[in-house]
């Protein structure tokens, strides 16, 4: 199987897993609501104190950056939270358990200790990355955008971590790393397979917003209002499915086990280990290397 069908494959198999829980969905919509809130405050607030005073030639003022770091810090939070929600949701659905958004919810909040530290983390590098984007133009661009790849692949299990293994997040960030080394093929493919569902279902949608435009106003309203909301729905699909993708590799990666809803991929290609280890577990063994 090539990669190209692997990674077809691993997007079949998730939406596979939210059609059977649709509630899964519901994550994305909450996270990209609250992100919402947080940028309608904070932003109220930073238009109300009148913070940057163009006509002084004075630049933002520190209450300013103060609003800026909470507003990524609690983007951080919102986003973290919510895909916690989602990756104890797809658990409870891959181990054949009953899943509703209160009890996923549940076991977030008995996380929230490790969550936060963790949207600490990543908010801290957001901005640093950002920063060296708009220090060092074209250069610094090519380079926060290089480390933050890096960065989103070799933590893309530290959730999952955080989460069912209720770990620190510095033994959270050093378990990902390890288990990336072992399942970087699948973390990658994996990846870029839902990144390519994603491209082909928002191409209806900006379809449908370019015929608008070509029509006009009324063509705006009508086809313009429905292609934005296909993009909305794209995007909360996409979301729903790498979470579930990534709480399946979880369990592969940590404990050798391959959930059932996978079992039609071809796990010689899709779910290569690079070492050998522990393949027994409650989902099924993986194919021979």
Sequence with gaps: MSRFQTSWEIAKRSWAVLRSDKTLAWFPVLSAIGSLLVI????GLFAVAGIDDSSTGSTLQPFGWVLIVVAYLALAMVQTYFLAGLVAGADQRLRGQNSTVRSALDIANSRLHRLLPWAVVTA??????QAIEERFGVIGTIVARLVGLAWNLVTFLVVPILVLEDLGVGDALKRSKDLFKKTWGE???GQFGLGAVGFLLMIPGLILIGIGVAIGTAGIIIFGAVGVIWLLASAVVVSALSGIYRTALYHYAAHGEVPGEFSG???????RRRERGNRGGMFGSPSNN
């Design 124 to 129: 801290t590098v957001t901005m640093i990355l």
């Design 40 to 43: 309608g405050v904070l932003g």
């Design 187 to 189: 973390n990658v493919i």
């Design 265 to 271: 991929i071809d796990f010689g290609a899709a779910f």
